[in-house]
Structures are given as C-alpha cells and as structure tokens.
Nanobody, 119 residues
Framework: QVQLVESGGGLVQAGGSLRLSCAAS????????MGWFRQAPGKEREFVAA???????SYVDSVKGRFTISRDNAKNTVYLQMNSLKPEDTAVYYC?????????????WGQGTQVTVSS
C-alpha cells in the first residue's frame, strides 16, 4: 500500500487560489489512478477529481473550469490546483490511490488537509 501525505491546505478568501499536493512514498505512482475527495461537516465524502496514469482526467461538475488535477511522476506527487474558490469548497480534502488504475476503487488514502474559504 502506497503511503500518501497531503499538504497545501489553509484559509483563503473567496476568489482566491490554493494548490494541494499529495506526496507518495513506499512506491512510485506507476500506473495508479489518483483521486482527490473532500468531506464537508455534516456531509458524506464527495469525489472531486481523478487522473489516470495516461493523463486522462475527470471532475465533479461543481469544480469544472476551476480545479485542475495533475501528476508529476518524477517527483512522485499529485496536485490539485484550485482557482476561483468558493465558500462551498470548504472541506477536508483527501488524496487517494487506485492500484487498479481505473479510478473506481481507491485502496490507499492520505490523512487529509483542511481547506477553508471565507466569504
């Protein structure tokens, strides 16, 4: 199981930007699909974005045009660039790895990083 550590969360004003990073250790990213999820207080965990090893990406509708997922295999790191942030983006963001490569079943999870967007 690859170990994942998220960073880059924090407090930002509406309309601002943050870049989240997910560093993998113990394994290279290889052909894993990588995903970002978020969980707001009182709500269930929500899919945000995913990227396959080929570079194919997918996003939840609410973040399309604002968020970009990318990966740098040389650095063994996955990123989530978040622009035009809204208060409803406030949540704990989690990085996850799907060892099967399809982005459907996530086997390994990071500890999460808090993102708070003020009005």
């Amino acid at each position: 199981q690859v170990q994942l550590v998220e960073s880059g969360g924090g407090l930002v004003q509406a309309g601002g930007s943050l870049r989240l990073s997910c560093a993998a250790s113990g394994r290279t990213l290889g052909r894993y699909a990588m995903g970002w999820f978020r969980q707001a207080p009182g709500k269930e965990r929500e899919f945000v974005a995913a990227i396959r090893w080929t570079g194919i990406t997918s996003y939840v509708d609410s973040v399309k045009g604002r968020f970009t997922i990318s990966r740098d295999n040389a650095k063994n790191t996955v990123y989530l660039q978040m622009n035009s942030l809204k208060p409803e983006d406030t949540a704990v963001y989690y990085c996850a790895a799907d060892l099967g490569g399809r982005g459907t079943n996530y086997d390994c999870w990071g500890q999460g990083t808090q993102v708070t967007v003020s009005s």
